[in-house]
């Protein structure tokens, strides 16, 4: 994305909006309320099953772009009347575009079967959206197990507990939720399981080259394969199950050759856990996708997968992404690295932010003379500068809104209320392009009585 993007007019709506929008520094202008009214009726009374869940937010329809907008429209009249918190950040979030990431997954990778992690975003939607698709989910603690069971319709058995040091505690709420399947990559957590869950379905977690990632695992998790024999042992005497290999290459890969590498260690280990009289019947490719290289880090995965488990019949293939359902299906507005920006510090990214209305319209014109800037988030801490350098339009003005892409990974949920300022809302959306059929997908899992639990959202 470029710095600084310009919105195209997306519906005849906005030159409406806009037109009556710049008169609103005052925001007392009479007029402006009915177009409001106008628009407000369009948008939220679209159709009545907006209620999917009872227990959640609606669902609208519409580009998420005409919900920023009418989300800053909304911000204005609150401002104009004085509330309090009226200016305060929003996430917009595209259901489709999780819908058109799961079906880019299964054309690309038809044989391996996601076990969505949840940590990256555990937004009650997309949670409902990929169980009723069918995925798995890999979840790494107690809570994150709860969450996916709490909305029904999931069987303990789609679930991996893919922390390779957990809690006993952990282990034990595990086994009684019927959650069997577990990965380890030492020889304490070997102990703990044989003495809380004895019948849990283990997977060796190994370690991949992660050096081609923004986020490296390694130094803190994965069986470097010079100890994975005496590991193998150890379960095998403790007459534990291990059912197969687990990798990560790192979250943000961006090297995707790493792949090929880390099947190859894979088949290493399926090797040594035969002779230790094992017969691995899972391997399990971890996540660290990234949406932008997706197509090629596929296609390694499918090559090396040929090429080391050519004869693979009762060899069941499952993945972890995580970054690559959610990255692209979340736009955002407003808060500092304390709040959704902490993907700045904890994910290493970088955001760019676009003006989503300039001197009170959403019409920006392509010649408006830009300056140099930082944008900064809203606590009182120095660290909490978004951008150090950008190039943003002379003509901002108090009241105008800064849009930020691609917020949907490692961001709402990590995000703290430092300094006193609260998370944000998500407004949700479903638009051209696989939100029909999202929505079906949805609606068909609410039918059959699942979601609804109130669950920890
Ligand atoms: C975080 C994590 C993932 C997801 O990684 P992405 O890079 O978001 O795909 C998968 N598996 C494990 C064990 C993780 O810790």
Same mark, same amino acid.
């Given at each position: 994305m470029s710095p600084v993007e310009i919105l195209s007019a997306l519906n005849p709506l906005d030159h409406f909006i806009s037109s009556n929008f710049q008169k609103l520094p005052g925001n007392s202008d009479a007029s402006f309320d009915p177009v409001i009214q106008d628009l407000s009726a369009l948008i939220d009374n679209r159709l009545d099953d907006d209620k999917i869940f009872s227990c959640l937010p609606p669902l609208f329809r519409g580009h998420p772009e005409i919900h920023l907008r009418k989300g800053i429209i909304d911000?204005? !009249? $609150?401002a104009g009347a004085n509330e309090v918190d009226a200016e305060r950040a929003f996430f917009v979030a595209d259901?489709?575009?999780?819908?058109?990431?799961?079906? $880019?997954? !299964? %054309?690309?990778?038809?044989?391996?079967?996601?076990?969505?992690? #949840? %940590?990256?975003?555990?937004? =009650?939607?997309?949670?409902?959206?990929?169980?009723?698709?069918?995925?798995?989910?890999?979840? *790494?603690?107690?809570?994150? #197990?709860?969450?996916?069971?709490?909305? @029904?319709?999931?069987?303990?058995?789609?679930?991996?507990?893919?922390?390779?040091?957990?809690?006993?505690?952990?282990? +034990?709420?595990?086994? $009684?939720?019927?959650?069997?399947? !577990?990965?380890?990559?030492?020889?304490?957590?070997?102990?703990?399981?044989?003495?809380?869950? =004895?019948? *849990? %379905?283990?997977?060796? +977690?190994?370690?991949?080259?992660?050096?081609?990632?923004?986020?490296?695992? @390694? &130094?803190?998790?994965?069986?470097?394969?010079?100890?994975?024999?005496?590991?193998?042992?150890?379960? %095998?005497?403790?007459?534990?199950?291990? &059912?197969?290999?687990?990798?990560?290459? @790192?979250?943000?890969?961006?090297?995707?050759?790493?792949? @090929?590498?880390?099947?190859?260690?894979?088949?290493?280990?399926f090797i040594m856990g035969s002779q230790v009289g094992y017969q691995f019947s899972l391997l399990d490719v971890g996540g660290g996708f990234e949406d932008a290289r997706f197509e090629a880090a596929a296609s390694v995965l499918v090559d090396a997968i040929n090429q080391y488990f050519p004869d693979r019949k009762g060899i069941r293939l499952i993945a972890e992404p995580g970054r690559f359902y959610v990255s692209r299906a979340f736009n955002y507005i407003n808060d500092g690295v304390y709040g959704a920006f902490n993907c700045i510090m904890f994910d290493h990214q970088t955001?760019?932010?676009?003006?989503?209305?300039l001197d009170g319209s959403f019409h920006i014109s392509p010649s408006e003379p830009l300056s140099l800037c930082s944008v900064w988030g809203p606590t009182c801490d120095s660290i909490d500068c978004v951008c150090k350098a950008v190039e943003l339009p002379e003509a901002l003005q108090i009241g105008d809104w800064l849009g930020f892409d691609n917020m949907g990974a490692y961001t709402i949920c990590a995000a703290s209320q430092f300094n006193g300022f609260k998370f944000s809302n998500v407004i949700y959306t479903t638009s051209k392009g696989g939100g029909d059929e999202a929505r079906r997908v949805l609606c068909n899992f609410a039918a059959k009585g699942y979601g609804h639990g109130a669950g920890p959202y």
């Open positions: 911000a204005a !009249m $609150r259901l489709s575009q999780v819908y058109r990431q799961h079906e $880019r997954w !299964m %054309k690309n990778l038809p044989e391996i079967t996601p076990h969505y992690a #949840i %940590k990256c975003n555990p937004d =009650p939607y997309v949670i409902r959206l990929l169980a009723a698709l069918g995925a798995g989910f890999d979840c *790494a603690s107690n809570g994150e #197990i709860s969450q996916v069971l709490s909305i @029904g319709g999931v069987d303990p058995s789609r679930i991996i507990f893919a922390n390779p040091c957990k809690a006993t505690s952990f282990v +034990r709420s595990a086994a $009684r939720a019927g959650v069997n399947t !577990m990965t380890f990559d030492n020889a304490d957590e070997l102990y703990k399981i044989a003495r809380a869950h =004895p019948g *849990a %379905k283990l997977i060796v +977690r190994i370690l991949a080259d992660d050096s081609k990632s923004i986020c490296r695992f @390694g &130094i803190k998790f994965g069986a470097p394969l010079e100890v994975v024999p005496s590991l193998l042992s150890k379960a %095998k005497e403790l007459g534990l199950d291990v &059912i197969g290999v687990s990798f990560h290459v @790192g979250s943000g890969c961006y090297d995707p050759a790493i792949y @090929g590498d880390a099947i190859r260690r894979a088949r290493d280990v955001v760019n932010p676009y003006v989503l209305s």
